[in-house]
């Protein structure tokens, strides 16, 4: 079992940046899989970036490609999400995921508590 804790949201005018961050706790957070996902007020949650194990593997959405970028730190237990040039419609709560198989569907295992992103115009 992993437990999941995000940070590094906050308010950021369009065009800037912010780093998001995951910390999970266990041995074995090398073994998992980790994702990105959002959800906005009204809105079903979905898909941003996803990430295997090694680090070798990573998969984005359409809608934030070559603006975000997933990346992982095995060592300190931890994923990022480096998010561009945000626009007010990346304002959502942002969740990190980990799951032993690497997808682009909500169905992740663990989830964290999420991490507020707003951004202004």
């Known amino acids: 079992q992993v437990q999941l804790v995000e940070s590094g949201g906050g308010l950021v005018q369009a065009g800037g940046s912010l780093r998001l961050s995951c910390a999970a706790s266990?041995?074995?957070?090398?073994?998992?899989?980790m994702g990105w996902f959002r959800q906005a007020p009204g809105k079903e949650r979905e898909f941003v970036a996803a990430?295997?194990?090694?680090?070798?593997?990573?998969y984005y959405a359409d809608s934030v490609k070559g603006r975000f970028t997933i990346s992982r730190d095995n060592a300190k237990n931890t994923v990022y999400l480096q998010m561009n040039s945000l626009k007010p419609e990346d304002t959502a709560v942002y969740y990190c995921?980990?799951?032993?198989?690497?997808?682009?569907?909500?169905?992740?295992?663990?989830w964290g508590q999420g991490t507020q992103v707003t951004v202004s115009s």
């Open positions: 995921a980990a799951d032993y198989t690497l997808r682009v569907g909500a169905t992740y295992d663990y």
């Open positions: 266990g041995r074995t957070f090398s073994s998992y899989a």
């Open positions: 990430i295997s194990w090694s680090g070798g593997s990573t």
